[in-house]
């Protein structure tokens, strides 16, 4: 298939400014790129008045299941541009396994019902090889799910062999082709590790050649200790570090916090350690309802929590801060914490509102209590809890990409993110509020996220690249997701084009098999 586009403005993905010229596709490779192509093709596009960019790299989502489980996977992410993204990220991953209901109740808010038959890194690769997949994937190891493989939600010491088991699993993940490996220190049992069991792991990303893409311990009140820590693993493992979704937390902490991580970061960069983040547009996040229990309860069995002394202990421990754990309730107060997603039919009417206003005259630890009783952590939630004037910081950074963090755990609310994320950024941050030119944010979506996890053949219009390519009017482009409505699909992509082949036109995806498993 040879697909030439013509009179489009081609922004390459490398931050340059955008140049006049036409495009050939030939067998999913940019063949050419120049004036005035005359060359045969089976398909003319006539891109004048539009933009002609690299398809856009989300390299971190958690659709680990959903691109083989959800019959429609591939329809909003192509809709919003996204043709390359990486799982596994902030430490959660189907796999490695022990094939248990605790470990499938807890990444269930995060990545969905489960899918049987993958049990390890071999699996999993062998199945994402065999998906008809509309964009491509890669996937980097998640230190919390090799953690659990080894000892469970065990919160003690592991053992040299227990650590070496981990480091087996990890090397087995970048043997099949793992990007990296990615951290959820904020998350069980990964709370638990020490820095020397992380560094360990790290290490076997290093001697891979991947990326340490990290979800660090805290991003409120102990952001920059948190930050210091991640920078001290790199270090001692000679790793690449990605700090995911960079932010500041936590109103006492906006317009502070953040520009103290900031020089934490700029100094190790100088100092030889290459530290780089990524981040969304939004002003809110979106986690799991066990990450507002404070660790040391967070081994509790739910039952625990239906009853006096459960819900006095956990009322307790939310009316003090914690040294390098994010009191979120203190912190942002619960009208700031809303409800997403739930698993029992009788709890949905709580999804969309916050704990505050579900809790009325009662006190709202007590319906924090009751939905850790009956549904342990399959709930989802959004935390109103960042400045704007931090994200906007965070987002001119010159080593600062785009992502969505979009979660797949299903709810009537999910985060808008998951519909919106790319055509928000260039909306926004682009055309209404000015911020960067669009070649640069293009750049940040593209080019720069591809090359951060090694994905070197994509993320720029160069010949003898992939051909991911996407054609549309960048003031056209419009998200329709918001957190009152937001299962609503982008607007305004001419063209998706997805290894060579047209995925999507007009806002019609016609494709869902384009896509490749960025794997050995």
């Not at 036109?505 to 016609?510: A, E, K, L």
């Amino acid at each position: 298939m040879r697909i030439l586009i013509k009179n489009g403005r081609l922004y390459d993905g490398s931050g340059d400014a955008p140049m006049m010229a036409d495009l050939l596709t030939d067998g999913g490779i940019i063949a050419k790129i120049g004036a005035g192509l005359t060359d045969d093709a089976d398909e003319v596009i006539d891109a004048s008045g539009l933009a002609v960019t690299p398809g856009f790299v989300d390299i971190h989502r958690h659709c680990d299941l959903a691109l083989m489980r959800d019959p429609d996977f591939g329809e909003l992410e192509l809709r919003q541009g996204i043709t390359s993204t990486i799982v596994g990220n902030c430490g959660l991953a189907p796999v490695p396994t022990r094939n248990d209901a605790a470990f499938d109740e807890y990444m269930e808010p995060v990545l969905g019902e489960v899918v049987g038959g993958l049990t390890d890194y071999l699996s999993y690769t062998a199945a994402l090889k065999a998906a008809k997949l509309p964009i491509n994937v890669g996937y980097l190891a998640a230190a919390g799910a090799v953690r659990y493989a080894v000892k469970g939600f065990d919160p003690s010491p592991c053992s040299e062999d227990e650590i070496n088991a981990q480091r087996a699993l990890v090397a087995q993940a970048m043997a099949c082709g793992a990007k990296g490996l990615s951290l959820g220190i904020m998350y069980k049992p990964e709370c638990y590790m020490s820095l020397a069991e992380h560094i360990a792991l790290a290490e076997e990303a290093a001697r891979f050649g991947g990326v340490l893409s990290t979800h660090i311990r805290g991003e409120g009140n102990s952001l920059v200790q948190s930050v210091k820590e991640v920078i001290q693993i790199a270090r001692a493992a000679n790793v690449r570090l990605n700090i995911s979704h960079f932010k500041a937390t936590g109103i006492s902490n906006w317009h502070s916090a953040v520009y103290e991580a900031i020089d934490c970061i700029n100094a190790a960069r100088a100092e030889g350690t290459e530290v780089t983040v990524d981040l969304y547009p939004y002003a809110g996040g979106a986690t799991t309802l066990l990450s507002l229990v404070p660790p040391s309860l967070q081994q509790q069995d739910p039952a625990f929590f239906a009853t006096d002394l459960g819900r006095d202990a956990l009322k307790a421990e939310l009316e003090r801060e914690h040294e390098g754990w994010d009191n979120m309730a203190k912190s942002i107060g619960w009208e700031r914490i809303i409800i997403s997603s739930v698993s029992m039919a009788s709890h949905s009417a709580y999804q969309g509102k916050n704990l505050q206003e579900i809790a009325g005259s009662a006190h709202p630890v007590d319906m924090l209590a009751e939905l850790l009783a009956t549904e342990g952590n399959r709930v989802g939630v959004i935390l109103m809890s960042m400045s704007w004037d931090d994200v906007h910081a965070i987002a001119n950074l010159p080593y600062a990409a785009l992502i969505s963090d979009a979660l797949y755990g299903g709810g009537e609310n999910p985060h808008p993110r998951l519909y919106g994320a790319f055509p928000k950024a260039i909306r926004e941050w682009v055309h209404e509020q000015k911020r960067m030119p669009l070649e640069t944010m293009i750049w940040k979506m593209t080019g720069m996220p591809a090359d951060r996890v090694g994905m070197g053949d994509r993320g720029r219009l160069q010949a003898g690249k992939r051909a991911d390519i996407l054609v549309f009017d960048p003031k056209m482009l419009r998200d329709r997701a918001t957190y009152a409505q937001p299962r609503q699909m982008a607007t305004g992509m001419h063209t998706v084009i997805v290894n060579g082949v047209k995925a999507a036109q007009n806002d019609t995806v016609n494709c869902l098999s384009a896509g490749v498993a960025l794997v050995k």
